[in-house]
């Protein structure tokens, strides 16, 4: 069952329980009813109690639920994944997304069966087609892009923190899951959950999926290797079989509340992961890149179970390698999400995706670039030197090298090798137990240094 079609079904429940004279009733007699696990139907109750739908009665297992007092009398209306107007936030729809969501809001009966359409993919020439508008698309790069030349992952290093928590919580939240923002913060602190937690579970693969990316697309670039790992992070601990963590799907899926049935050979779909990966590496615009990869993946479903996860983290890939604000998913709705996709699966129309991408970016760019603002400029020449800078304090350290002769190897010009020559003396200055572990030393080889008076030969 869908996750808004379990949602709606719990509220219309509860709604005819009370109808009937069993107000309020138990999260088992809901879980029989419903043919849910009772866990999964926790989850939901929680969302709706946070969402002022339900009222709890007693804090234990053995808690009843029911419709708050002030809804005795109400109708409850069944939400499709179309019906996506929202009291707080939400895109403001083009008219061609408007005309879009209203054709997914025909009855699935009404609505004719589809399938995996590969010329949405083999069509696409990169850098001559676009998903996004190229005026769009460019103004989006100007916006998030942050100025100067720096290392690929500088932007996301310097927003680590608010990024892991915002990142995680949101595209959890997107698939269910019951902690609230500051649930996810206490438990990243605590940095190990119960392992029957599989909410839990879910936000720390996604936290270390998100640490993935940052330490290791700019030494690998977007590759469908680095696609695999991060399914297998995020999935980790999650799937039944092990076997199918980041490894191309053998079964057939179905996605509930659409009329589209994903295709179902590996070996289209290993090859079709194959030409998405590739074209969107040829993107010049990395922010066509990231609509390219989050519209794709997600419509390809190549994983057995965590595609839309997937391809969410995958589509901050292009994004890190050109230092652009990452895309979070800040404050998007269960509804909005499905009917942008929605509409790629049934129609292979993008409107939806697009209007509802921008919206979301411009909402991490804004919130990032007050992050970047605060921790203050970094420092380039930091940056772009870090090997060279830890490799000489070791140097220095561990086998007594003079530094003027160290840095002698690294052919650099007078002005750098001047600038590097006062940046590692700095470090080596602050040098103590507490930073010692950043320049590959052991505290044995750093206690021998300061035994013997911390020497540094020029």
Known sequence: ???????????????EQRDAG?????????????????????????????????????????????????????????????????????????????????????PLGARKAVTYQRSFVDDYKPNQTFLL?????????????????????????????????????????LEGNRYTRLDTEVLFRSGHANPHDKD??????????????????????????????IHTLLMQGLLHDEDALGAIRQKIVNISNTVYVPAHMPSLLEEM??????????????????????VNLAYLQPFEDGNKRTSRLSANIPLLMYNCAPLSFLDVTDE??????????????????????????????????????????????????????????SRVVRDRHPLGQAIAEFGLSQEDAERLTETVKGDIARLGEHNFARYRLTLRELTRWLEAGRPLSE
């Open 200 to 229: 839990a579970i879910m936000l720390l693969n996604h936290k270390r999926a998100i640490e993935f990316l940052i330490d290791e697309v700019p030494l690998y670039g977007l590759t469908v290797m680095v696609v695999r790992n």
């Open 22 to 106: 069993h107000h309020p009733v138990s999260r088992a007699d809901i879980a029989t009813a419903l043919g849910a696990s009772p866990s999964t139907v926790l989850r939901y109750l929680a969302r709706l109690k946070a969402d002022g739908k339900a009222e709890q009665s007693g804090s234990t297992s053995s808690s009843r639920w029911g419709l708050p007092s002030a809804s005795k009398g109400a109708t409850v209306v069944e939400a499709r994944p179309a019906d996506v107007v929202t009291p707080k936030a939400s895109p403001s729809w083009s008219a061609r997304a408007l005309d879009l969501l209203t054709v997914l809001k025909s």
């Open 336 to 393: 909005d999400y499905s009917a942008a996709k929605i509409g790629v699966y049934e129609q292979l129309d993008t409107s939806a995706a697009a209007d509802l991408f921008a919206w979301t970016y411009r909402r991490s760019i804004e919130k990032y670039a007050v992050q970047v603002q605060a921790a203050g400029l970094p420092d380039l020449f930091r940056a772009t030197h870090r090997d060279a800078i830890n490799e000489l304090v």
């Open 133 to 173: 508008s190229e005026s769009l698309a460019n103004d989006l790069f100007k916006e998030g892009r942050m100025h100067g030349q720096q290392p690929a992952g500088t932007y996301a290093r310097n927003v680590i923190a608010p990024l892991l928590i915002d990142l995680s919580f949101s595209s959890s939240r």
């Open 1 to 15: 069952m869908a996750k808004r079609e379990l949602y709606d079904s719990i509220l219309n429940y509860l709604a």
């Open 273 to 294: 992961l194959g030409i998405i990966v590739a074209k969107a590496r040829d993107i010049k615009n990395p922010i066509e890149a990231a609509f390219f990869l989050w």
